[in-house]
């Protein structure tokens, strides 16, 4: 997820937000938060990375653990980067996000992770910069929108395979979260009725056939 930072500017929540120095030269924190790793990657207002930093997700501590995994690899990263400050903070998380609270909900790829948790408000309130959350696959797809692949192209379905099968829709330029914000995840459609038992418990989902899991 190369690109996440782009997650960023195009957030409606971060846009209604003003620079904590609006004199001074944006500058952003990208954060992709994995099972297994936490990446970061510090950028000046052109987007281009300019240090990165990564971190082994905590295996105990839950959440909290994370948000202070998250925090010291954001602040290495930007004593990394020829930058003094942060301006914002986006964060592309593997789960259900809840696009007004910014709570992450129970995520079974994250150790611990067992009940819904304000990771924006917990994360802003760490770094002290407007922070911005949401799931993975659509900010990959943002990224991707604004700086990659699907730049040319304003209605693109993106796929992602790893443990899972992951997906997000963009169309006119717009991505799509849907009435339950899962608008483009299709994993769990169903490629083969009465098929292979998925981890979700159902069969047959195409996630039990093209998933790693
Ligand atoms: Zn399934």
């Not at 990446?39 to 909290?64: F, H, K, N």
């Not at 992951?166 to 339950?180: F, S």
Request: charged share 15%.
């Amino acid at each position: 997820m190369t690109a996440l930072p782009a997650a960023i500017p195009r957030s409606p929540t971060m846009s209604a937000m003003p620079a904590r120095h609006p004199t001074s030269p944006a500058v952003y924190a990208g954060v992709d938060l994995g099972a297994t790793k936490i990446e970061v990657v510090v950028t000046g207002a052109d987007l281009v990375p300019a240090a990165q930093a990564r971190a082994a997700t905590p295996l105990r501590g839950g959440p909290p653990a994370v948000v202070t995994a998250i925090k010291a690899a954001v602040e290495e990263a930007l004593a990394a980067s020829p930058h003094a400050s942060l301006t914002a903070v986006g964060a592309g998380v593997p789960g259900q996000v809840d696009d007004s609270t910014g709570a992450v909900a129970k995520s079974p790829n994250i150790r611990g992770w067992t009940a819904s948790y304000p990771l924006r408000a917990e994360l802003g309130d760490k770094l002290g910069v407007p922070v911005a959350v949401d799931n993975d696959v659509r900010t990959a797809l943002l990224g991707e929108h604004r700086l990659g692949a699907a730049a040319p192209y304003g209605d693109v379905l993106a796929v992602w395979f790893g443990t899972g099968v992951g997906g997000a829709l963009l169309l006119d330029g717009v991505v799509r979260r849907g009435r339950l914000g899962a608008c483009g995840e299709i994993g769990h459609a169903c490629a083969s009725p009465g098929g292979r038992r998925c981890a979700c418990g159902r069969r047959g989902c195409l996630e039990a056939y093209a998933g790693r899991g």
